[in-house]
């Protein structure tokens, strides 16, 4: 269904991949009916995007256990090339115990003031798209 | 409401200045009850957001006037610095009439493959944020 004309289908190995290797991200929510993107730092632990945050849409998102989207890609505009991975899971706040066990994430938010929250999102949906340009 | 702690707000005119000078963004819609969001390149004419597309999920969110979320951000990894806009906004598809008025728009999609849509949204909500760092 995400197939399109001139992009390249990524495999799910491939998408993985390049999530692991990327620290910035996107969380598309949705608040109320309308859809809303936040950029996050982040990094991937046992295949899930961990990411901190403070209280506010994101952590409520997750407290509540959320469908969320999650998106990186990155692009070349001299080259005309680049490409996307997006996935869409659960979202859900970090318990204190599973805080202990993972240890230093070494995951420090850009922005001072409180991120106390620890966000993960299993991704359940993967997909990818690679640019072929003109 | 989207204020949190470490983050600046923008004015909205500052918004559409940051908004009117990138190029690349992502937009944020609904598939089923799932969040997706997709990068394009686009521009910004008459303080719309102005994109092309092939037949798809995007063109269809348009042509149903779904309301999307369209984001552009730009963060400086070693600084920590960084901002991001949000604005969201019903999406519609532009029609033969208007794209003849527009005249050339200097848009080209970078993937080959039919981008015959071109698709706008007008901006009914806007903010900003920008990264206090630490």
Redesign the interface.
Known sequence: ??A????EMLEEKECLDLLAAQ??G?V???VG???????VNYRVVGGDVMFRT?D??KSRAALEGN?????V?D?D?ER???W?V?I?GQARVVDDEERRLLGNLGL????????GHLVRIHPE?VSGRR????
Do not use: N
């Not at 399109?4 to 992009?7: E, K, R, S, T």
């Not at 469908?67 to 998106?71: A, D, W």
């Not at 420090?108 to 991120?115: E, K, L, N, V, Y």
């Not at 640019?131 to 003109?134: L, M, N």
């Open positions: 269904m995400l399109d004309q001139g992009l620290s910035i996107r598309a929510i949705s009916a309308l859809p809303a993107i936040f950029p403070g506010g849409l469908v969320v989207g999650f998106e890609d692009f505009a005309l090339a680049g996307s997006m869409v420090s938010p850009w922005a001072r003031g409180d991120r949906l640019i072929v340009g003109p």
